[in-house]
């Protein structure tokens, strides 16, 4: 199975040390009112609503917070509407960065995407400008620990592409026809499904060995991920053990 570095391990651990509440949940019910509005109400026959739902959940967001969401994307209720953007361009040392935002003023998403980059020398780019390098995959997330062995027979059994774990569990990847099946059979095997949703995936990485850059691609990563409007940030950074260490 494919490796995962330390430094994907604690920029993970870090997203949920520093995630608030608030924000987070704001963030989650975006996505559930977006999935609602494209798909419909039922999450039994909206998969992206299901999945929308599930990680909402997991954070203990309540029903009736829930229950809002899907009615202001139905229009049961009256609320913004929100639109999905998704930005591409290269950070310090080359890094190339996907950002999925979710959106009720575009022109301001779009400028403040545009000055993050700015900031901390970076550059925003055209569509399917780092596109190419990542492979758009499902991800399944489970809050069971499993070693190698226990991965690679799971993912076999489930048909999933790769697994690997984290702080957090046991993480499953596959293509996105096949995410709503594969936490369907999971489930099946009761074992408890955490997260789950689509991502990208990087073909090639870029090796930071600098400090400064290093830093500067930290700072713009959290720029990014703290903007009310970004849902999701990608990248295909490679940072050495020592270096994610001297960071702190």
């Not at 299901?50 to 309540?62: E, F, G, H, L, P």
């Not at 003023?105 to 550059?123: I, P, Y």
């Not at 090796?207 to 290093?214: K, M, N, R, T």
Request: hydrophobic share 40%; aromatic share 6%; glycine share 8%.
């Amino acid at each position: 199975m494919a490796g995962h570095s330390k430094w994907a391990n604690i920029k993970h651990r870090k997203a949920v040390v520093d995630a608030r509440r608030g924000k987070r949940f704001t963030k989650l019910s975006k996505e559930i009112i977006v999935a609602a509005r494209l798909g419909g109400g039922d999450p039994e026959a909206n998969t992206r609503l299901r999945m929308a739902i599930q990680n909402a959940r997991a954070v203990s967001m309540s029903n009736d917070t829930i229950k809002r969401a899907i009615q202001r994307g139905t229009g049961e209720i009256e609320g913004a509407t929100y639109d999905e953007l998704t930005f591409e361009g290269y950070g310090p040392g080359g890094v190339a960065i996907i950002i999925e935002c979710t959106t009720d003023n575009r022109n301001r998403t779009v400028a403040d995407v545009r000055a993050a980059f700015a900031k901390c020398d970076g550059n925003m780019g055209e569509a399917n400008s780092v596109a190419w390098n990542f492979d758009r995959r499902g991800r399944c997330e489970l809050a069971v620990y499993l070693d190698d062995n226990e991965q690679m027979e799971l993912a076999l059994e489930l048909g999933a592409d790769d697994v690997f774990g984290n702080d957090e569990g046991t993480v499953l990847l596959c293509s996105p026809d096949e995410l709503g099946r594969v936490i369907n059979v999971a489930i099946e095997r009761k074992l408890e499904v955490r997260s789950s949703g689509f991502t990208w995936e990087p073909r090639t990485h870029v090796e930071l060995g600098e400090e400064h850059l290093a830093k500067k691609l930290v700072k713009l990563l959290d720029i990014l991920e703290d903007h009310d409007d970004v849902q999701h940030v990608y990248n295909n950074a490679d940072i050495s053990d020592e270096l994610v260490d001297a960071l702190g």
